[in-house]
């Protein structure tokens, strides 16, 4: 059994209509259940998502407000007023404001952008630059990504006199800012067919508007914050990311081409994950540490060479912003370990002085995922004695209704169920600390605490070959609302399996079943090779990919997780060296058992815990769920009763015996009488003298002949005295067979068999016997 530290929770789409899927649609078993589980319930529905195209664009003009603010703009170009492009510090707000500057531009007008800095002006409209802009004579402002709360700063700007057009998708409040248009695909006035577009999303609809035609050369940018700002990728957005990624894998763009060679990307496999881990973060890290106004100035560039100067700066940046990460989540960690109080608490709130709260929600999402937790990190700033962060959440702690509950200490916060900003005084950290863990420990179960891993597609094998797994890159972009699949496969056993690296911390299988094989990689799993066993059947879950070596194709699966309800033993036998496999036992779970007295003393030394000797007391009240077997019994019935009472998850078989016979073997009858007579005729016979010489002459072991001896004298043919054997007048008629010490031999030289010496398969199958509760006759013992 693998005690995995998440609940696996499988759902199981309907195979009836899989089946009617994969007859319809023509498609492969696994991409019909990717479909069902996606919530697909008709052929026509599901056909239509594959065949997604041009015509899923709505009219930008269904938007509320896009006429007026398409002729406020006109007016503006024609009039040649100055036009100032305002967006936001992250991904989805750079390519919004390169979107809405390019058309711009195209058009004619007289444009420039600002993005305020994370840091001076904080998020969205800034009354600062706003007044700086009029300073420099802008007289339209377009706010891009961002605007919809910035009521008060829109006051300032037509107090001064200038237009404000607001383009935005965040949340409208109950009351809008008074701009001169507010175009967003939520508008409380408006009825648009869609309304999850980003930032991005709703520049382009205003450039579609103010082109007057689709502009496709925009689509790659659009793609770039579509998938990075996380929204649902259906609908539009869908088919802008779908036809981004495409144009993306063929721009001509110096930007995205620079992109490529710093994120170490083939353009030409541009994909959504592209996005998400190697273009975004670059992108996100000018905003995080700085100004991000340059990341419009990057994408927008003409010259090659400009292009890659400044993704070499993006992606500097994008290392110090990763350094800086690692380093204070190390530091967070060291507090968690180091003290109790933070450590136990139920959810992690942890401070820190001169932490960038630019990058202190990156560093949350990591101790979620370390720890599952509901997770806060603070950025003190002594001298105003405030502190800012960010925070991430798990399920069934919904952080903003929690947060809420402490309005009193919170004079800024925002948010949603799974994550949220918030500044308070410094010196109510522990205060909030103490408050959230007890609202945690009211809604939060144990079962709460475990993280869950979703699998919707579980398979066998025999559905999985190269042509299945390309097929279900017809379903690409996978993203949020539709989620890029875990599959489970049930049902398999080990073939093979090897740790991997230079470090041996990664492993690599082959699994079967049903005489179909698949090989298995997992990154920094290697430790699983101590946990797995052959013989057993183990559910995989993880990710299918297409491995690639000298032009030979084959399907893998990236190993996310391995699970087996099965009990498993572990092979140690024959190991001397302690050392060798005492690393690959989890010793907070272990007991160590010993039959006999002289293996705890030789062992007590060797291992850094307690050995238990066996006593018919042991149960699973004082027993942990895994076992070392560290000698064999004196007899199968001890082990037997072990079995009964502790029902190990673990059996690790060490079985070590420091006087083995199973190789001697039981002497012959031939034997037996040959030395007999022998005697006989001596009638005394010097055994430390010449006991040794006469194993040589017959090819004996000496230990055989000292056994035998003791078999004479048990039975009373031979007396011993002071290394002087005698033989006995008239000795009583025995049988061999009746010596204590012949019958003990013998029962050794069984144990030996069934447990030292046995085929890991036999021996397997006799614990199974014993743990699965069936009754064993005693020719089975």
Known sequence: MIATEKRWRINRPDEQLVKKFVDELKISSISAKILVARGFTTVEAARAFLTIDEQTIHDPFEMYGMKEAVDRIQKAIQNREKILVYGDYDSDGITSTTVMKTVLQDLGADVSHMIPNRFIDGYGPSERL?????????????????????????????????????????????????????????????????????????????????????????????????????????????????????????????????????????????????????????????????????????????????????????????????????????????????????????????????????????????????????????????????????????????????????????????????????????????????????????????????????????????????????????????????????????????????????????IKLQIVSNNQELDVVGFHKGYLVDELTYGIQVFFAGDLQINEWNGRKKPQLLLQDARTDEWQLFDLRGIRQVARWLQTIPLEEVTFIAFREMTVNYYDSLIPQKIQSYSEDISNENCMPYVVLLDLPPNVRMLEQLLENVRPNRIYAHFYIPDSHYFDGMPTREQFVWYYTFLRKRRIFQLRQNLTELAKHKGWSRDMLIFMTQVFFELGFVTIDNGLAKIVDHPPKKELTSAKIYQQRAQQMALEQTLLYAPYKDLREWFDLRLNGQSVSEEEQ
């Not at 993006?314 to 109790?340: F, G, H, P, Y």
């Not at 960038?356 to 560093?363: A, F, K, L, Q, R």
């Not at 004079?411 to 500044?423: E, N, R, V, Y």
């Not at 379903?475 to 093979?496: C, H, M, N, Q, W």
Request: charged residues 25%; contains cysteine.
């Open 130 to 506: 706003f007044k700086q802009a009029h300073e420099e004579g802008y007289q339209l402002i377009i706010t891009v990504d961002n605007g919809i709360a910035g009521n008060h700063e829109v006051q300032v700007a037509k107090e001064l006199g200038m237009d404000v057009i607001v383009t935005d998708h965040h949340e409208p409040g109950e009351i809008l800012p008074p701009a001169d248009v507010i175009i967003h695909p939520r508008h409380p006035a408006g009825n648009y067919p869609f309304g999850e577009l980003a930032g991005v999303g709703v520049a382009f609809k205003v450039a579609h508007a103010l082109y007057g035609k689709l502009p496709k050369h925009l689509l790659e940018i659009a793609a770039i914050g579509t998938v990075a700002d996380l929204v649902p990728l259906l609908d539009e957005n869908r088919y802008l990311v779908k036809a981004g990624l495409e144009a993306l894998q063929h721009s001509t763009r110096p930007a995205i081409q620079a992109l490529c060679k710093v994120a170490g990307v083939n353009q030409q496999e541009i994909d959504e994950e592209t996005i998400g881990f190697g273009f975004a973060p670059r992108l996100n890290a000018l905003g995080r540490l700085g100004d991000a106004a340059p990341g419009v100035d990057f994408l927008m560039a003409q010259n090659a060479a400009e292009a890659m100067t400044m993704a070499s700066s993006l992606n500097e940046k994008n290392k110090e912003r990763q350094a800086m990460v690692t380093s204070i989540t190390e530091q967070a960690i060291a507090m968690i370990e180091n003290d109790e109080e933070i450590g136990h608490s139920q959810v992690l709130v942890i401070s820190g002085e001169g932490w960038n709260p630019g990058v202190v929600g990156i560093v949350a999402s990591r101790l979620v995922e370390k720890y599952y937790r509901p997770t806060i990190i603070l950025s003190i700033d002594v001298e105003k004695g405030v502190a800012k962060g960010s925070a991430r959440s798990i399920e069934g702690f919904h952080m903003y209704k929690e947060l809420a509950k402490n309005k009193d200490i919170l004079p800024a916060f925002g948010g949603h169920p799974m994550a949220a900003g918030m500044t308070l005084a410094m010196e109510d950290i522990d205060e909030l600390r103490y408050r959230l863990d007890q609202q945690a420990r009211e809604c939060l179960t144990e079962d709460a605490l475990t993280p869950v891993l979703d699998i919707d597609i579980p398979l066998t094998l025999d559905e999985i070959d190269i042509n299945a797994i390309e097929d279900v890159r017809k379903l690409a972009p996978f993203g949020t609302s539709f989620a890029k699949p875990v599959y489970a496969i049930e049902d398999t056993s080990i073939r093979s399996m090897k740790k991997i690296g230079a470090n041996e911390d990664h």
